[in-house]
């Protein structure tokens, strides 16, 4: 079948599906979804970072217009901890008990008749705490330490007696800040009961994962919750976890009987939804003169919040990005009274790839060899934590093709030696990876009598496409004419899907698609094979050709009929089947499953020869150093991509200059601030800068690889791709500009001076 469809569409550059309705606001997002009756809820969050609530005034807010509730600890129903979801564990139930363990912790809501009556009356209650000394530091002895039970220490070779006995050393220490999401599009929930059935509309990137948070946290069946998201203003990350106000709404409109609406400020966004951890990282190579790698050790401590699990997979590419002997990477955990972490872009591999990249950079001017050359010269050339050969790897095709066109050629390896007038120029380059992560999926299609096709996921598009890249592909999975295909997601009800995340949702979702396309014209096909009145009569599924909304004899264009004819003479609406895509069978990768309540890794049987590949890059930065005042500008950034297929050049291209505008933000501008009582100061777009358009300047993608063959698509995510490696090839780069070498994100101009 797949050999008999003709991809017209897939691989060619096109708009999004869902773009006129974007640029026209007939969109809707969360935040816009309004109905009769509405009330309006405000959060009220911990001004200190630890302790206890001594007293709540109420009072006031009480007798302030339009209130209708106000909820908090004291009078709360008992909610559970909602349960571990398939990505790992759910943050705490809100509002219960008096424990205040972070700022920004939400501590009251008040329900009121419009948003700026909640607001008033959200600024009347006097809430007292009993202070604790917060724990703020990881240097502090009373911190606890949480070592990963999912991401095992991984110790290949001994480490150890390589290093000592290396012929050359780096070994230093690399710290990257804690970052905050912020996705443009507020987080909004839109929470209404009838009866004991829930609807929700949030912002989510998993609105199946937020259906079984809440239905176990009110104690009903996942079938009587309803959560929608046909779109999302940007996640990043932020809309993984089922966070607290999302419960809180559903909560409250429990407790009014009334539809409730919640929005949150952006300063909220910044303690409510997730942030990336800070890290510290102590890196060590050892090499042979030659430039060799004959040891890697990664040694990680990240911060955690008091009361959380979350998986960061800081050390998680590191095994396997070198073909090196001996390798170790451990990486631990330290309780902070921080807000509760979440995943943010390309979570962890931006950070453990900013040490690694760094440190590679570091040893090829100790060595004196050009750093593409040292990369290339410990290329894995089969997964080296395995022995398997990959399943796909066009990595040195980056390295080559990216190198040819940014005109690597060009650069005086000397640090200091170019300039552009008054500038600094520098040239900086890093490998990129993405570990491959492609989970089950379901999706349903339809061939409807009147010519057009409807396909249905219960996934979310971030922005990054989904809607655009599913069409294109149930066209011509199914021969029908873009234009006649529609794509519909954003509804928990529909076909259950993994979040948008891991980049991993093209992969999985792409290919539950492309079967139940596949499984749909396979029932047409056994209808008509046997159908005397059919020019299709006798036709078998490997004998076709699907095109213009119908079939063909593949080798005989005048043996065609359309589905509509072919239904209609059978006297049916439609056909219809859901079909379920696997995970790869045979993969080396990490996997995660349910056991005992938390989640654990297990290697999936590697009876299959191959290692499951995710997306490779190369990175190549040009920066422009001020050497006066510090400044640093990116004029030019050239990322050679092995995505495997590309399902859209135009789309993916977006997702590349993304993810480079991100890499761009963590590397010279994003950090949160807190003060030292613990307080986040910094929780405005005035004060948390992130890259604009004017920070991104010339971008160049290439696309280079093949169809990865553990894929039946033969996709891999490039959602998070361009944010590993980024970080470091821009730090690469200034060092080469100035000489000077900073370990630390973000680099501010004070580091540079
Ligand atoms: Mo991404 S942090 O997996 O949304």
Redesign the pocket.
Known sequence: MSTATIAEVVGTARDRVDGRLKVMGAATYPIDVTMPGLAYATLVQSTVTSGRIRHIALEAAERAPGVVAIITYLNAPKLPRPPVAPIGAAPLAPFQSDAVLHYGQHVALVVAETTEQANAAAALIEITYERETPVLSVDDPRATRVTHPWIPDVVRGDVKRALDAAEVQVKETYTTAENTQNPIGLFATVAAWDGDALTVHDTT?WPQGVRDALAASFGIDPGKVRVLVPFVGG???AG?RVWPHTTLAALAARVTKRPVKLVLTRAQMFTSVGHRPDSIQQLSLGATRDGRLTAIDHVVTSTLDMADEMLNPITWGTPEAYACPNVSARATQVRLNLPVPG???A?GEAEGSFALESAIDELSYTLGIDPIELRVKNHAPVNPQTGLPWSSNALLDCYRQGAERFGWSARNPKPGSMREGHALVGYGMARGALTAYQPACKAVASIRRDGTAIVRSGATDIGTGTYTVMTMLAADCLGVPIERVRFGLGDSAMPNAPQ????GLTGALGNAVQAACVSVVRELVKRVTGDEASPLKGCRIESITVRDGGIQITDDPARFETYAEILTRHGLDEITLEVESAAPGQTSSTTMTASAGRFVPFAAPSTGARAHAGAFAAHFVEVHVDPDLGTIRVPRVVSAVDGGRILNPKTARSQIIGGIAGGIGMALLEANVSDRTGRLVNTSFADYVVAVNADVREVDVLFVGQPDSMSPLGTKGVG?LALTGMAAAIANAVYHATGKRVRSLPISIEKML
């Not at 948008?500 to 980049?503: A, C, D, F, K």
């Open positions: 990137q996640a990043f990350g993984l995943w943010m872009r979570p948008e995340g891991g980049s998070e």
